[in-house]
């Protein structure tokens, strides 16, 4: 079975949430819809105070290079453009609508036909892509029109779809094969056209073996698409790691995916793809899995950007001794300082830590035992990266390899001492991050 040879670890995968239909989540009385929910500039809010809204009408610009458009998900009045905290209690500039109905925009095709032949070219696929401010929702949420924009020179060999799923808890990539994976094959042939490539290699861990099997049998008379099963190990599906696996590729250090003829997106980001390209829908709801050992009912719901994390609370409960709620899944997921937020594009799991597990242990010293070493898939030194960090080192950190770190919390797992690593590893990719973007200039 292909893996990645270096590093990773194997937490308990704790799918508490696998058998568990989309349902779909109410709507609001007032949503907030942040400008920035992908890597780059935030957008440009497109409407003031007291303008009428449809669902799927732009109410953000992307003005910027590196940005994505965002859409109302619902339709109404908007009560104000304002600043307002995200999970991380920053604010952040946020259209808030009062929300009146669910009347779409002209155009959108919201039925639940299934359309199969894709009649947009191959640019016209990029530029609907763009349109309708789809980015990765595998958790970077990089825009995902950018990865198409290739130079003359560069060639796509392997297009990689990702639903590996390998953090734990989170299911919805799952309930996405189970339920719709016709929708997301078609969204990947959309994306096969858009990049030209030669192979496209679905990456499913082994322990989705129901998952693996539908898959080849609905690709199997579609030429050029292999479903590859995978080794269940932790990290999986990111990319360097998912390109090794199936590939045996190495990305250059400091480079991208396509430096080794690669592109790699999220099955989830496939689906989206899918509604885009073939019924013209922008990017306004997602899927998230809502979970924890202690809740008395996990759901996976198909929700609006801009939906109230209250209202998700109020529905689920939340479980009596949670420690934690964190957004994303427990190893590179973040906990939430405002928990009081919004829905937004990558928030692809809420999920209830109970104490003793989002409790570690005091931190200890670090006792040189060198399994955070063996742990990282990156071959990085996690033990010396965060003394740099804590002292400031920002040359050293840049020198040991820090931004190659995937911030997949590996080492940290491991560590018998209970060091923060993670955290201190992301401030030093931060910090260093800014300091050669700063020496390029
Ligand atoms: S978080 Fe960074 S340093 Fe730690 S194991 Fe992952 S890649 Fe290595
Ligand atoms: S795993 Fe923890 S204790 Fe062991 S070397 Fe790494 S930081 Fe130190």
Known sequence: MKTFPMGGVHPNDNKLAKNEAFEVFPLPKQATIFMGQHLGAPATPAVQKGDKVKVGQLIGKAEAFMCANIHSPFSGTVNKV????????????????????????????????????????????????????????????????????????QKVDYLLINAAECEPYITTDYRLLMEKADECIIGIQALQKASDAAHVCIGIESNKPDAVALLKEKTKNIPGIEVYMLKTKYPQGAEKQLIKSITGREVPSGKLPIDAGCIVNNLTTAHAVYEAVQKNKPLVEIYTTVSGKNLEHRHNFQIRIGTPLQDIYETVGIPENTGKIISGGPMMGKAMTNPNAFIVKGMSSILFMDESESKRGKALNCIRCGKCVQACPMGLEPYKLQAFSEAARYDDCEKYGIMNCLECGCCQFTCPAYRPLLDWLRIAKTKTGAIIRARKK
């Open 82 to 153: 304002d600043m307002v905290a995200d999970i991380t209690g920053y604010k952040k500039t946020a259209v808030v609508i009062d929300v009146e109905g669910d009347e779409w925009m002209e155009g959108i095709d919201t039925s639940s036909e299934l359309k199969t032949e894709i009649t947009l070219s191959k640019q016209e696929i990029i530029n609907r892509m763009k349109e309708c401010g789809i980015v990765g929702l595998g958790g970077a949420c990089f825009p995902t029109h950018i990865k198409y924009m290739l130079k003359p020179e």
